[in-house]
Nanobody
Framework: VQLQASGGGLVQTGGSLRLSCAASDRTFSIGGMAWFRQAPGKEREFVAAIRWRERNTYYGDSVKGRFTISRDNVKMTGSLQMSSLKPEDTAVYYC????????????????????WGQGTQVTVSS
């Protein structure tokens, strides 16, 4: 199965964007989905994750209160609603998924996910 991330773009500081991540196979069983981001010259960073069945959500400290992760179990699509965007949110955003159900402490870990999308660029202008 492939993940397709979309919704990136250019937005001004304080603006909003909504990213989507769709699985190519709607019968694909997802245990967890996450978003990570990587800014130029920096390591990839955890943004948010959701346990698919329970809809429990987890966020990185830098986005808490501004970003919201959700999922549509019919369309097999995950979304990341980003609000109050800041220039430091500028990065390539990647969605990732796993068929397993990682323990809570593993949700922010990259190695918990074995399916990755191609990335979508988000640029926040000051």
């Amino acid at each position: 199965v492939q993940l397709q991330a979309s919704g990136g773009g250019l937005v001004q500081t304080g603006g909003s964007l909504r990213l989507s991540c769709a699985a190519s196979d709607r019968t694909f069983s997802i245990g967890g989905m996450a978003w990570f981001r990587q800014a130029p010259g920096k390591e990839r960073e955890f943004v948010a994750a959701i346990r698919w069945r329970e809809r429990n959500t987890y966020y990185g400290d830098s986005v808490k209160g501004r970003f919201t992760i959700s999922r549509d179990n019919v369309k097999m699509t995950g979304s990341l609603q980003m609000s109050s965007l800041k220039p430091e949110d500028t990065a390539v955003y990647y969605c990732a998924a796993t068929q397993s159900r990682p323990i809570v402490s593993a949700m922010p870990r990259e190695d918990s996910y074995n399916y990755w999308g191609q990335g979508t660029q988000v640029t926040v202008s000051s």
